[in-house]
């Protein structure tokens, strides 16, 4: 596999590398190249305006796989943060203080011609394409760095599995009501095709409104289309959800059960409440 490339690449004390982009062939810049075309023909009339606008100013169609050190050099002036290159997964630590800092870890590899329609594992396309556009926001930014801050303190009390809950269901897969319609805005969703029309048209899943207590009671699932999409109103609602303080909600999660990936419960605005066919078809 194209990974291999980096198996033993030197790395920083942060799990940086050097991405080494003149290594890259023809045929690895033409996939990127079709992946990105694929992408963005589905997402045109899906993605929220502020992903497509982003798409535009950094500049990420027409020249193969983006070299991070240019494309931090047209992020960071808008936002301050840059994409810093690593070999796959890092330590949760690790992450967190990439995103304090502003800094985004995104895998350098890119998928095999043979995995170009599902990959199991996060590549260069997920990283880059799906989650650095919203970078470029300035309220989504903040937030971001605010999720890397209190990355330390979910650690600290064992409570990890909440905070990444959060990021399951925004950051990977949330929908966003924007000017009313529903609109993308996860990373998972946005470097899937199939997904980027599941989520927003299928029947099947369930589409409850953004509650964070909720959300970070919320089992997922890793292996498939996601049973629940969680919906903000806005990145301004959401940054602010995440502003306040998490000790005593931490506290009240410690004994609350897990909820489902696909239950409703009382409370829930639901926007849609799913069929729950695909769960039953796949089953």
Not at 218 to 234: G, H, L
Request: a negative charge; proline letters at 6%.
């Amino acid at each position: 596999m194209v990974k291999n490339r980096y198996a033993d690449a030197p790395r920083a004390a942060d799990f940086t590398i050097d991405q080494m982009w003149s290594s890259y062939t023809a045929e690895e810049h033409d996939r990127w190249d079709r992946l990105y075309a694929r992408a963005t023909k589905v997402l045109r009339t899906r993605a929220c305006p502020e992903f497509l606008h982003a798409l535009d100013r950094l500049a990420l169609s027409g020249g193969g796989i983006p070299d991070m050190a240019e494309l931090s050099e047209r992020l960071t002036p808008l936002t301050g943060w840059q994409v810093v290159p690593v070999t796959d997964l890092v330590p949760d630590d690790i992450f967190f203080d990439h995103l304090a800092n502003r800094r985004f870890p995104a895998g350098a590899f890119i998928r095999p011609e043979a995995e170009f329609d599902y990959l199991s594992e996060p590549d260069i396309f997920h990283d880059i394409f799906g989650h650095v556009p919203l970078l470029a926001d300035p309220v989504y930014a903040d937030f971001m760095q605010a999720y890397g801050r209190g990355g330390a303190r979910a650690l600290e009390r064992g409570q990890l599995k909440n905070l990444a809950r959060l990021y399951w269901y925004t950051v990977e897969f949330g929908l966003i009501r924007g000017q009313g319609d529903l609109k993308l805005f996860g990373a998972g969703i946005m470097s899937s095709v199939a997904e980027s029309r599941f989520a927003l048209e299928d029947p099947s899943p369930n589409r409850i409104a953004f509650d964070l207590e909720r959300v970070m009671r919320t089992e997922y699932d890793i292996d498939d289309f996601q049973k629940t999409y969680f919906v903000i109103d806005s990145f301004e609602d959401l940054r602010a959800a995440c502003d306040a303080d998490f000790g005593p909600l931490y506290d009240r999660l410690r004994t609350a059960p897990d909820i489902a990936p696909d239950a409703v419960i009382d409370g829930d605005d639901v926007l849609w409440r799913g069929t729950g066919s695909r769960a039953r078809s796949v089953a």
